[in-house]
């Protein structure tokens, strides 16, 4: 792919002095160690020269999460038809609880479980170990909740502390209930952020589901499985039908409405679409090395990019889903248009900053660029090296680059290239509405969504246009 | 087929009509005695933990950053949490422990956190809370500070008060309660001068998620003329300005005035259980009278604050008190048909409890079932004893450490009309098919509600407007075409 247009007014001297300039304002040990994590883009590098996944700096206000939020709020969380426990202190379960918008169909407390489950731990719990309570917890929830197609044991920071041993209940449970009981040792304190949670869970799905169950239907030619998408405000439900129109048949996803025994089975497709390469390319990683299975990463973010993944997915396959990729361009290319004819005119030449997690700060720049939108700066929350190879290459020469950017650093960023949309967090949010800075959501939507697929793009279009264009941004400053 | 496949299961499936079954099984009085005989599992609990209590005191006073000793996980959960319920920043530093942190303890990240807050956010004050991790391995904050303060990573007369507040403990309001007696301790300390009375009235409104209210609070105060020092203080924190400018720290209580509180002339809390040590101290260690009093929900209880203040400051109640409290029953006696009778279900903290089913009572509705997901005995004995006291208490049942899962079986097998509670009650309210009145913390989805307050004269005029135009729009949009009238 071509190289970016550089964008006016950007050039290295610039963000190279602005990250210096607020290097200069911390500790020097501070500053010493957020420095590798901050580089002026070069597109055509072979490797971005960003550092990334290391601990967080103490004191800085960072914006991760921890193993535990990784593993309950993103992996597990999203599967619908198990009953997801919480094992430790009441807070952690509670704060998760239907925070990160995973819609799931099924009938809730019957067939789905968008609850909070715990156990509530008490001091004693600490000082005489949870184990027996946890066994008598999940015969309790089994009895009450009867249709489960498992149950999952995620431990939070005390449980690993006091040493429980959450796996061997579940294992004996497991006979006990003849379903499936996953222990996911997923401790808050394990690891630098979110990241190291979804490598856990990945580990208990490779250890504890994959291989345990077998579709009804016979294997197929088409069977793909959806992995990394967790159908945050919809994003699976507006993914699939595009993906059923070209012909392939969705066995599985991992895991935004997930069905763990189809989860369990996805060891006989023919093909791994991964969405969120950040939190399960390690699962496709496996799945290949044992089953064969080949995998492709794929970005449904505006029509551009939905295109060219539509393409390469096709080049997977036979002339028949070609040809049907190319009948579903044609459909939807004449209703993207009237959506860029729509917006274009009124976002072209804004800019925007990024800062999210997994997946978001890369794959979403194509959606801005298809309505005229520049990002001047993109980061990631919990990323490693290779998210950062595959970021570069999507963004301008001389732009900004940050990793696990602080509040600080990231207002001293924002400061400087006064960008026209901030994308980021929750946390964020109101920090930067306050000074009069159009924000979205990009974790969450903004309590909106989908933007997947053609669907999606509707939807983001709209939502980008009425953050900068609100007229209320027009009146934030007082005439008197 | 390798091996794998062969031991693989085929899927499991459910019939349509076991579904059907297992739906209207847990609506069942079996099912809730089943459900009632839970010992060790916790279902959607409405309670959160003690750290984030302490982070919402942090927030109350002035140039105050709240610091966590602990894992990064909590931070963020906390701050989320808070940014959510009030749609506004809600800054906190941690010293982000990890692995090793859980090995050799945390005290390496507590001084390099310092260090970094200090330097960075350029704060006023450190109010240092724990979360489970240092709880569990034993890290001793106290010697940490001290240390840190020798190394000279803690600027010389920068106060750090700090509490102790595993999540395995308690409840957030514990943790409000904790790290609200040592911010007044520390800053208290040494400043008592016999003799010396401000004059001041030092006002505790206790764990509140509404911003309105302590404003509200504020206001009477200065109507009566009754100079107060608020602790803690959220209301600027979490309803600032949006004019351009992001401030990192809008409001929060002086640190001079809460050091000065301990001259002050009286003290009222008006929440009981959240702030219980907190009231123990003062009324150790403050100057003049203290008190605690219910929050004044409803009609009856604010007259009883305004009287206390009255009372204690020798100040009559304005006209323009009066007026308000007038123009509040007019609307309570002209409403009151719409809520008569009406069941509710009422979920939350023990002082909102009481200060709700005291509104219901008070305007003929009937409180049906209290669900508090941490309370003790003697929160019991109290909210039953406030039941005795009116023909409209009777047959309430009272659930302590019960949750919402619970709630749902009552709600299935003695049905109400509504629920009061926070967001986390709407699946209970869904399968109730009844309307949930968002009250409490957090509300997660609505706007604005903390913007209105639910306390004193104006908040009783809030909360019935609330809750009987809903059901007038219930009756508007379910009732048939020849009952569809223009008048309610």
Known sequence: MSERKPIKGMSKARTEKLIKKTLAEMPEKAAKKRAPHFVANEPSASTCAVRSNKKVVPGVMSQRGCAYAGAKGVVWGPIRDVVHVSHGPVGCGMYSWGTRRNLMQGKPGVTSFPYNFTSDFQERDIVYGGDKKLMKLLREANELFPLNKGLSVLSECPVGLIGDDINAVAREMEKEFGKLVIPCNCEGFRGVSQSLGHHISNDSIRDFVIGKHKYDEEPGPYDVALIGDYNIGGDVWAAKPILEEIGLNIKSVWTGDGEIEKIAATNSVKLNLIHCYRSMNYMCKVMEEKWNIPWLEYNFFGPTKIESSLRAIGELFDDKIKKNVEKVIRKYRKEMDEVIARYKPRLEGKTAMLFVGGLRPRHTIGAYEDLGIQITGAGYEFAHQDDYDRTGPEMARDTIIYDDVSEFELEKFVDEFKPDLIGSGIKEKYVFQKAGIPFRQMHSWDYSGPYHGYEGFKIFARDIDMAINSPTWDLVKSPF | MNAEAAVAKPMTTHSPEEIERVAEWINTEEYKEKNFAREALVVNPAHMCQPLGAQMVAHGFEKTMPFIHGSQGCVSYFRSTFTRHFREPASAAADAMTEDG???????????????????????????????????????????????????????????????????????????????????????????????????????????????????????????????????????????????????????????????????????????????????????????????????????????????????????????????????????????????????????????????????????????????????????????????????????????????????????????????????AKWAARDAKIPLFRVGMPILDRINLHRTPIIGYNGAINLLTQIANKFLDIKDETCEDPWFEMMR
């Open chain 2, 102 to 424: 859980a090995v050799f303890g945390g005290q390496a990240n507590f001084f390099e956190g310092v260090e970094n807050t200090i330097a960075l956010y350029k704060p006023k004050m450190l109010a240092i809370y724990t979360t489970c991790m240092p709880e569990v391995i034993g890290d001793d904050l106290n010697a940490y500070v001290k240390n840190a303060r020798a190394r000279d990573l803690i600027p010389e007369g920068l106060p750090t008060p700090y509490a102790n507040t595993p999540s395995f403990n308690g409840s957030h309001i514990h943790g409000y309660d904790a790290m609200l007696k040592n911010i007044l301790q520390y800053l208290t300390e040494g400043k008592k001068v016999a003799g010396k009375c401000t004059g001041k009235l030092n006002l505790i409104p206790g764990f509140d998620g509404n911003t309105a209210n302590l404003r509200e609070y504020k206001r009477y105060c200065e109507l009566m003329e009754i100079p107060c020092t608020m602790l803690a203080d959220i209301s600027e924190t979490f309803d600032s300005v949006c004019d351009g400018t992001y401030r990192p720290y809008p409001g929060g209580t002086k640190l001079e005035d809460t050091a000065e509180s301990i001259n002050g002339k009286a003290t009222i809390s008006l929440q009981k259980y959240s702030t219980s040590t907190t009231m123990k101290f003062i009324s150790a260690e403050f100057a003049g009278e203290s008190l605690t009093m219910p929050m004044p929900f409803g009609i009856k209880a604010t007259d009883a604050f305004l009287l206390k203040l009255s009372e204690l400051f020798d100040k009559p109640v304005p006209e323009a008190l009066k007026a308000e409290r007038g123009r509040a029953v007019d609307a309570i006696t002209d409403g009151h048909q719409y809520i008569h009778g009406k069941k509710f279900a009422v979920v939350g903290d023990p002082d909102y409890l009481l200060g709700i089913v005291t509104f219901l009572l008070e305007t003929g509705a009937i409180p049906k079932h209290i669900v508090c997901s941490r309370a003790t005995k003697k929160f019991q004995q109290e909210i039953q004893a406030l039941l005795d006291s009116s023909p409209f208490g009777e047959g309430c049942g009272i659930y302590i450490n019960k949750d919402l899962w619970h709630l749902r079986s009552l709600l299935m097998t003695d049905p109400c009309d509504a629920i009061i509670g926070d967001t986390h």
